[in-house]
């Protein structure tokens, strides 16, 4: 150890608790903006583009009107009169957490930790972690909807425990395919696309797969299936050339051929089975993000990870406010 070292670990250790708070701070600060290229929230807009813009009417161009109690600038809208600042109707609004913490956290659910991991991790409380989860689930509530399958696409059905269902007391679980399961539609094409949507209680039906999937399949696609009845409509409507495999585990054909889609049922099952206590209210929002980052991680050779998640919450229009 040099003496420049032993200088600075000298330095550390007659540090207050309050003023190490801080330098610790700052050294995670100066590595947010050393990876990111901003070390507050502000700055992170403007390096992705953001224009600040009114929620309530949508359009850009404000001036200046003041600065509120955190010091954060206030704009007002020429056209509705209202005043709002750089991060109204993003994500960010009303943050207390510095970048560097909400950069960690985006950081660890690209790893798809639990809750009490993120606690551990980032150093919040469970509130914390459970509302900033929510706000970054917000930002792809709604990507899936631009998702067409083409080509050849490959769907299946996965099943699991419906939290809402009511028992009496000492009734039995029921087993198989009851309604106090929930049905999960699962696609993915050729090109590795893919879908997975909560649809609805026990076997699904000619209208849940219908809702699920008709406007995600490209017309004329090949569709292979484990012979469903319910997917008959579909392929009829679609004018989807039907390729079908008896669901048969014993058999290598089946196993051969519906292998992309088991692989990626797979996958979810252990996803969604690492957070023991999800609601299955919140089941969608928790399937938005593994798809979501199905495609990031599919690009990852042509862009990173973290940068591209990043780049889309800074843009995102998404938006979650705390339940009591």
């Not at 995670?28 to 600040?52: F, I, N």
């Not at 209202?82 to 950069?103: D, E, Q, V, W, Y």
């Not at 790893?111 to 009490?116: C, D, G, V």
Request: net charge positive; proline share 3%.
């Amino acid at each position: 150890m040099d003496c420049d070292s032993l200088d600075l670990r000298l330095f550390v250790d007659g540090l207050s608790d309050e003023d190490l708070d801080v330098l610790e701070d700052a050294v995670k600060a100066r590595r947010c903006r050393e990876k990111y290229g901003a070390d507050t929230v502000e700055d992170l807009m403007k390096k992705w583009g953001r224009a600040p813009r009114r929620p309530r009417c949508g359009r850009e161009g404000a001036w200046l009107d003041g600065a509120s109690a955190d010091g954060r600038g206030r704009l007002r809208c020429p056209y509705c009169g209202r005043r709002f600042n750089a991060l109204s109707g993003t994500i960010f609004a009303n943050a207390k957490l510095p970048l560097h913490k909400i950069m960690v956290i985006v950081e660890v659910m690209c790893l798809n930790a639990s809750l009490r991991l993120i606690e551990l991790i980032c150093g919040v409380s469970h509130p914390t972690a459970f509302l900033w989860r929510h706000k970054i689930f917000s930002t792809v509530s709604s990507w899936q909807d631009g998702v067409v399958l083409s080509g050849r696409v490959w769907i299946d059905e996965m099943y699991f425990a419906d939290t809402r269902a009511r028992r009496e007391p000492g009734a039995r679980r029921r087993h198989g395919l009851s309604r106090d399961k929930v049905c999960v539609v699962v696609a993915i094409d050729s090109w590795g696309k893919a879908l997975a949507v909560a649809s609805e209680n026990g076997k699904p039906s000619t209208k849940g797969i219908n809702a699920a999937l008709e406007g995600h399949i490209k017309e004329g696609s090949v569709l292979v299936h484990g012979c469903e009845k319910a997917h008959n409509a579909l392929v009829r409507k679609l004018r989807l050339v039907d390729e079908r495999y008896k669901a048969d585990p014993s058999d290598p054909v089946y196993l051969e051929q519906m292998r992309l889609v088991n692989h990626l049922c797979a996958w979810i099952r252990r996803y969604v089975d690492r957070f023991a206590c999800m609601k299955s209210d919140n089941l969608q929002a928790y399937l938005d993000w593994f798809i979501y980052l199905h495609r990031v991680h599919r690009d990852a050779d042509t862009w990173p990870v973290e940068e591209r998640v990043v780049r889309h919450l800074a843009l995102s229009d998404g938006l979650y406010l705390r339940k009591w």
